[in-house]
């Protein structure tokens, strides 16, 4: 198991940008995925990005194709989410989570391991 600590989060005008980072306390060739999910407030949690730390091959929600990006720097135990073009409906805690299954499709009953998260807030 590693703890997960996000960063980044904050208050921004719709159409700006925002890049939060989740830091893990160790790196660990175990975690086969990890994930961005978000909580809005009386609304489950989603999934938004997916990152095979192997292959690098990614997974998002239709809700921000093309505005977020999901990415990390090879062997460095940090995953960012590039946020672009924030929408009103983007508002939630952000979330990363890892998993040590070989396969997820971004539910959250696949990840084991969670941070305490980090708010975004969008306004008009």
């Known amino acids: 198991q590693v703890l997960l600590v996000e960063s980044g989060g904050g208050s921004v005008q719709a159409g700006g940008s925002l890049r939060l980072s989740c830091v893990a306390s160790?790196?660990?060739?175990?975690?086969?995925?990890m994930g961005w999910f978000r909580q809005a407030p009386g609304k489950e949690r989603e999934g938004v990005a997916l990152?095979?730390?192997?292959?690098?091959?990614?997974l998002y929600a239709d809700s921000v194709k093309g505005r977020f990006t999901i990415s990390r720097l090879n062997g460095q135990n940090t995953v960012y989410l590039q946020m672009n073009n924030l929408k009103l409906e983007d508002t939630a805690m952000y979330y990363c989570?890892?998993?040590?299954?070989?396969?997820?499709?971004?539910?959250?009953?696949?990840?084991?391991?969670w941070g305490q998260g980090t708010q975004v807030t969008v306004s008009s």
């Open positions: 989570a890892a998993t040590y299954k070989y396969y997820s499709t971004l539910r959250t009953t696949d990840f084991s391991d």
């Open positions: 160790r790196y660990s060739d175990s975690i086969k995925f």
């Open positions: 990152l095979d730390m192997y292959n690098f091959t990614t």
